[in-house]
């Protein structure tokens, strides 16, 4: 497959058209997996905020193709969130408009001596003023930019909450229908740079080595898809919010509290998509539909449509701040999104503010659930006034700055604030979150899918009863799923597809009709473990080992007081010995000669 990539040079303005080995496109594919190999060719050392940080913006191998999901593009450099090599993974209609424009990927280093924005068409790169945009939303932003260069461009901007450095800024795609890079501070990297948006223009959608083979196989696979996805269809990730409840899974007030019964049903996707849906959303090439668009009825956009709040985002802007207003929650989500802050730790440093007001740690006067406080402290996050300042560079951070009886209070891994489904109900994410490449992201390894019956662990040769299930079976679980979600990064494919039970087989038929090669499950799992090891091992060079694979006391020591969930807590320590030895890592967290040799991951094999 030929992949062509840009490479531009903000400080001196030059742009550069060069293909990677092919032998790095069939061992780590493209999306995140191609970006990490080629970071492994560069300086680790770097710091995030430095000109010569490079931001990558790689699309899947297949994105862009007539695979159903195929529309995710991975945003990728070291996180000033984290301190570590990261990415942030994104759909919408960005990533195949990239595509179209016959390029794969972006790998933008340099720093612009004042705002621009860039535009990128099948003839290359073109650089413009964004002085008047720098300051204005991502929605603002997106519109401006469209008027001047093209009304079906699409455009991945930032908002004022990357311009000023927030750590969890994200990277914004489209306006008011937004879609977001949210995690790890892809955003505050994009500012670094004096880069306010990539707007991209393409008219030749990519076509597969076979297309009559990949659709024949598309219309095989898609009427049970659909079946299985219905209520992502109807509701949305939000849909989830009383079930997540009932199991114990859903975080509330800051993780400590257990039940939420009444607040989980009234800001649910059934509640929303009753009262106040627009209309349904589907990312490009996508049949499921999940995006739900939804009228703002309060505050400052009074009366506009916006995207609406996903699962996560009702867990940080609902349960964790104990907000059961369904037109808050809207409303807060709407100020993240044009803002340009990811909702999982923006909601996760507001809930751990209110905590600490509540243990009088701090002066400020900070309520749970009282509206005024959240859109007040979003928006102080976003341009680093007053105690937002102190929340904008993560929980951990802040707690340094509080003072140390504040880390009772911070739920976290490498700096990065857990996501919100919660380890004391699916065990298995605790070892998930705790070994996570990037950090406690439930993406990762999305192992409560299989702990909680949502995707079945036959597809990737695992045990579906988990009753019983030991250290060992879950450690091997949590390893195969992890591979297994490298493997969607890398190819551009929505993790969603989970929900539709599309497992290895399918997605290798899809690839080989695309690729115009023979790809088997075996070779799908061969792949995913490279990818997962590769990421590994960049950040060990960084000093990650086994003392970084933790997670935060209110999840190892305190139980949950009631609820599905009641008394339960994972035993971490079991769980890493078995997911190591199932690794092939030492004690120490650090893969072995012999795992990397098998997985060509040596410096003969095109790594280090």
């Known amino acids: 497959m030929d992949v062509r990539l840009l490479e531009i040079n903000l400080t001196d303005r030059t ?58 593009a991975s945003v990728v450099a070291r996180s000033p969130q984290t301190g570590l090599w990261s990415e942030s993974t994104v759909g919408g209609y960005w990533p195949a408009q990239l595509r179209n424009t016959g390029y794969h990927g972006l790998v933008i280093t340099g720093r612009a001596d004042a705002p621009v924005y ?8 073109e650089f413009h003023c964004a002085e008047a945009l720098w300051g204005e939303d991502t929605y603002v932003t997106a519109a401006t930019i469209r008027d001047a260069f093209d009304p079906k461009a699409q455009v991945a901007s930032i908002g004022p909450a990357g311009e000023n450095g927030v750590a969890y800024a994200s990277v914004m795609i489209g306006g008011s229908e937004a879609r977001a890079a949210g995690r790890t501070g892809m955003g505050a990297v994009m500012g670094s740079k004096n880069l306010k948006a990539v707007a991209v223009r393409g008219t030749e959608q990519p076509k597969a080595a076979d297309q009559e083979t990949l659709i024949d196989r598309i219309k095989e696979s898609r ?36 039940n939420w019964e009444a607040g989980a049903a009234a800001i649910s996707g059934q509640r929303m998509a009753k009262e106040i849906l627009d209309s349904h959303y ?26 609406g709040p996903e699962y996560e985002t009702c867990a940080a802007f609902g349960s964790m701040v104990l907000n059961d207003d369904m037109d808050v929650l809207v409303e807060a989500n709407d100020w993240a999104n044009r803002l340009g802050l990811d909702t999982i730790s923006t909601g996760a440093a507001i809930a751990f503010a209110m905590e600490c007001s509540e243990k009088g740690l701090i002066e400020d006067d900070l309520p749970w659930g009282r509206p005024d406080v959240l859109i007040g402290l979003i928006k102080q ?24 009886r504040a880390f009772e209070y911070v739920v976290e891994t490498k700096n990065l604030e857990v996501a919100y489904h919660d380890p004391r109900a699916y065990t298995s994410m605790a070892v998930s979150y705790a070994t996570g490449n990037r950090g406690a ?7 409560y899918y299989i702990e909680g019956g949502a995707f079945s662990g036959e597809k990737l040769g695992v045990d579906n009863d988990w009753e019983d299930a030991t250290a ?45 090669r023979e790809i088997t499950p075996h070779d799908l799992s061969v792949m995913g473990e490279r990818l997962f090891n590769l990421k590994r091992m960049v950040n060990v060079e960084l000093g990650v080992s086994r003392k970084d694979d933790t997670l935060s006391p209110r999840l190892l020591s305190h139980p949950r007081p009631s ?46």
């Not at 992201?441 to 192992?447: D, I, N, S, V």
């Open 282 to 307: 589907a990312c490009f090439a996508c049949p499921i539909r999940c995006g739900k668009e939804l009228e703002v009825r309060r505050g400052e956009h009074q009366g506009t449509v916006s995207h």
């Open 472 to 516: 060992a079976d879950k450690a091997h679980m949590t390893a195969k799923m992890q591979d297994f979600m490298c493997l969607f990064n890398a190819l551009g494919l929505c993790k969603f597809l989970l929900r539709g039970q599309v497992g290895p087989r399918i997605i290798a038929g899809w690839l080989s009709a695309v690729w115009g």
């Open 223 to 258: 009427p049970k898809m659909m079946e299985h996805a219905q209520g992502l269809r109807d509701f949305g990730t939000a849909g989830g919010m009383q079930t997540v409840e009932f199991t114990g899974d859903l975080p509330i007030k800051n993780w400590y509290q257990g």
């Open 441 to 447: 992201c439930h993406l990762e390894g999305l192992t």
């Open 381 to 404: 996050i976003a341009y680093r006034e007053g105690l937002g300042d102190v929340l904008s560079q993560g929980v951990r951070r802040a707690a340094k700055t509080i003072g140390e």
């Open 118 to 125: 860039l535009t990128v068409t099948a003839d290359g790169v």
């Open 15 to 72: 742009v550069d058209t060069f293909s990677p080995p092919d032998e790095y496109v069939e061992q780590f594919l493209g999306g995140s997996g191609l970006a990490f190999r080629l970071i492994w060719d560069r300086p680790l050392d770097v710091a995030p905020l430095d000109a010569e940080n490079p931001l990558m913006f790689m699309a899947g191998l297949i994105t862009g193709t007539p695979v159903p999901t195929a529309c995710k």
């Open 563 to 608: 609820g599905g969930a009641k008394g339960q807590l994972p035993f971490l320590g079991d769980l890493l010995n078995e997911y190591y030895r199932v690794r092939g890592w030492s004690e120490e967290g650090l893969p072995e000669p012999a795992t990397l040799e098998r997985l060509g991951l040596l410096e003969d094999g095109g790594a280090r």
